[in-house]
Structure formats: C-alpha cells, structure tokens
C-alpha cells in the first residue's frame, strides 16, 4: 500500500518552473503527507510567500533568521522523512555539490539524512555544462538522486532536455524513495546515502528465502546503472479480430514504465517497447510503440542485443486470431449464432530471448500467476523460472485481481540460483528499485 502521512520538505529553487511545484504539493497534501516548503529568495519572485504558506498550512522563509528558536536550519532537516527540491537551478546544484549554505534550503540539505531528490530546471546549455555535469557525478556518487530533466520546450522558443518533469513523475519517483517505516527520531535510510552491497549472510544457500525487506530502503546509488544498456518492455498487447475488436488483458503498463524509469534515474540508458499501456512513458528514454504480440517480438529481437539487461515486463497475450477479418464483423439478424474464433499460439518472447542473449546478459521475466488444484502460485512461477532459463523471475500473484491496473503491487523475486525474495507490498516505483536492486548483484562492478 501506499506510504502516507509522512513529513516531507519541498524545496523550490528560482527557476520559472516553479510554478510545477504548486501542483507537486498538492499531489503530495492529497496523499496525507505534511509538506513544510523551503523556497530560495528566487523562487519568491515567481510564486509568493502566501501561496506557499495557503497550500501548505506551514509558514514559509527561505531565510535561517526567521524563528531562530527554533533553529529551524537543523531541525527542518533532521526531522523530514524525504527532501525534494523541483525545480533545482544549476546554482543550487552547485551549492548542494559543493557543500555551500547560504540560505534555509542548502542548510536543509546539509542536515538532511533522508533520501534527498533533486529535479534540474534550467536551459539546455547549462544542463550540459562541464560545470552542472560534474555537480551531478558528484552528488549520485554521494548518493543523491538526481532526476534527469525532460526534454521539450523550455523558456522562450527554446527546446531540448532541461524541462522540469511532470508533476505526477515527481510525485512518482519520490512515493517510490519513502521509507514505509516511521523515521521521526531514527537514523537515515540507507537508500540516503552512498553504500556499498551489503554482504551476503554466510548462511544463505541456494532455494533459501531472503528476508523481507522495505523495497524503498534497499542500499543503493542513483548512478548505479551508469553505463548499463536496458531494454524494458510494458503493457499488454492488442490482438486484432477485425478493425475494431481486439483480443487483450487488463495490464496496465504501470510497473514496466516504473521499471523504465528507475532505471533512467539510476544511471541506465533505457528502451522501453511499450504495446498500450495506460500511463505517460517516462521522459529520457527510446520509447518503441508497439501493438501485437508479433510487433513486440520484432521490436525486442532488434534492442535486445545490444543491451546488457532485458526486463521482459510486459503481458504478451498467449494467443491469437488464425484470422483477421478485414471488416468488422458482424450479426446476422436472422440468427443467433455467434462466429466461432479460432487461436493459434504467440511466440513465447522471453524463451527466444534467453536462448538468443549473449554472453554477460541479464534477462528478468514476469510471471502473473494464480493457485489452482495443481500448485501454489509460487509453484508454478518456480517451475516457469526452470522452464524459460531466465536469470530472475518477477512473480506477481494476480489472485482476485490484485495486481493489474492498481497503483501499488506486491511481488516475489526469485532467481536462478534457488533464492526467494519476496518484497512487501508498495508502490510500484518502489517494487521496481527492489527488483533493480536484485538485478545489480548479477552485473559486474565498476572497473570489471
């Protein structure tokens, strides 16, 4: 289920777009969230103090003399439980990379030891920089998540990547960073700050069950990914009776796009092959649009090669129609017979990937199952697992319609190797860093 009522800090930088962030604290208040917004002196230039203070219920300052009592240039820090800052500036992330603290926002970003997001605005050039660049390495490298900015219209006439994402993304991304456990008083997360693997117990063997873990604070570097080539692929796919009905299932896309996304936040150079799905691909990414089962196919055998992971997360329908009628078919008055249709089996996508993969290459599947007579849900995703030669295996029990359409999912990763990972239910961006995070201890580490 979603995490709700925790306390955020929404940091606003001076950059035109922050007027997005009007709209990313109300998606965060709706939600149950407490939101103290930090502004810069900037950022009141183009939204007021009072809007701030209206939609918050907070009072605002970007300034460390305002109810010095209280200290809040330490106390805001210490006690929020995720700080994100949309838009940020090029100066700010400058600042945030060198540690500078001239005002209440880079003082809460100094005591933070939460997760800490921060959204690039700004013009291309300067997102390009030599300058904002390595600002950026740095602050990954810390174990910041920096956002890769959207690519569009900017200011004026201008267009290219430096876009402040869409307000739902932001509110996406961040759902997906909070730690479902209360932290009022406790130490930071892991997922805040730079860490290496944990190591494996000395105890833990093949076909043994790794215990629960939150999907959200899992160790992990934003630019964990960084060089790594990922093909995801999301949705259901349309099988075409005629030229208005179809064949198709109820997946949504949800967690493929979640997967796509964390990845690009990550450090990856993403492709995701979409067949319908119901939510926006992310920004910074190949998107390839597809439709059928065949098309999907097509589309995987051309980027699989090239990359390095290949999540298969999309919901191939299994069959399809011998026959497309050319025209929509219809009832014949004088009767009350239905056409019978006959179905011929889909490739199966994620076989020929395994056994077409090269050498060093990660390849994940899906498996939406359900108990029956013959076995457990479980059951039968282990036997999928053997069956396909896939390297992991996302299990999703789809029992009573839990999975498909929701905004939150619960899973089970198991791999190859016999170990089961189940990881508890939550928001689909933060399943999505859980099963990155399993697929980062199959890719070597930096320098190998």
């Known amino acids: 289920m979603a995490v709700t009522g925790r306390r955020i800090v929404l940091g606003v930088g001076g950059g035109i777009a922050a007027y997005k962030a009007c709209l990313l604290l109300r998606l965060f208040k709706e939600a149950g969230h407490d939101v103290r917004v930090v502004p810069t002196q900037a950022a009141l230039t183009f939204v007021g103090a009072p809007t701030w203070a209206a939609l918050s219920g907070h009072p605002v300052s970007p300034s460390v003399w305002d109810d010095v009592h209280e ?236 990359a390095d992971v290949v999540v298969m997360a999309a919901a191939v329908a299994d069959f399809r129609p011998a026959q497309v009628a050319g025209h929509k078919i219809k009832k014949n008055a004088d009767t009350d017979d239905a056409p019978v249709v006959t179905l011929v089996r889909n490739p199966d996508i994620l076989a020929g990937l395994v056994a077409r993969r090269r050498a060093g290459q990660v390849v994940v599947g899906f498996a939406a199952e359900t108990g029956d007579d013959t076995g457990t849900a479980l059951e039968h995703a282990t036997a999928k697992l053997a069956r396909k030669g896939c390297d992991l295996l996302v299990l999703n029990d789809v029992s009573a319609g839990k999975v498909f359409g929701r905004a939150d999912t619960e899973v089970t990763v198991l791999a190859a190797d016999g170990t089961v990972t189940p990881v508890p239910a939550g928001t689909k961006e933060a399943v999505a860093e859980a099963i990155w995070d399993s697929v980062r201890k199959l890719l070597p580490t930096p320098g190998q």
């Open 71 to 306: 200290v809040p240039h330490v106390r805001i820090g210490q006690q929020a439980d995720l700080v994100v800052v949309a838009p940020t500036t090029a100066d700010l992330l400058a600042k945030a990379a060198h540690g500078l603290a001239d005002d209440l926002l880079t003082n809460v970003l100094l005591t933070a030891r939460c997760p800490v997001v921060l959204a690039p605005a700004m013009h291309t050039e300067m997102w390009l920089h030599p300058a904002t660049v390595a600002n950026v390495a740095t602050l990954r490298e810390r174990g910041t998540h920096v956002i890769e900015p959207a690519s569009g219209r900017l200011t004026g006439a201008d267009t290219g990547p430096g876009r402040l994402p869409e307000p739902e993304e932001l509110f996406a991304v961040a759902l997906g960073l909070l730690d479902p456990a209360p932290s009022a008083g406790s130490p930071a997360p892991a997922s805040s700050v730079a860490a290496a693997d944990p190591p494996v117990p000395s105890n833990t063997s093949a076909g043994s069950v790794v215990p629960e873990i939150a999907a959200a604070s899992a160790p992990r570097r934003p630019g964990d990914l960084a060089g790594v080539r990922v093909v995801v692929s999301a949705g259901g796919t349309r099988e075409p009776l005629d030229p208005v009905r179809f064949l198709g299932n109820r997946s949504s896309g949800r967690q493929g796009v979640a997967l796509a996304r964390a990845a690009r936040d990550r450090g990856a150079r993403v492709t995701l092959v979409a067949g319908p799905i119901e939510v926006p691909a992310p920004d910074g990414v190949e998107v390839v649009s597809v439709e059928t089962a065949l098309q999907m196919r097509d589309a995987l055998s051309g980027a699989a090669p090239a």
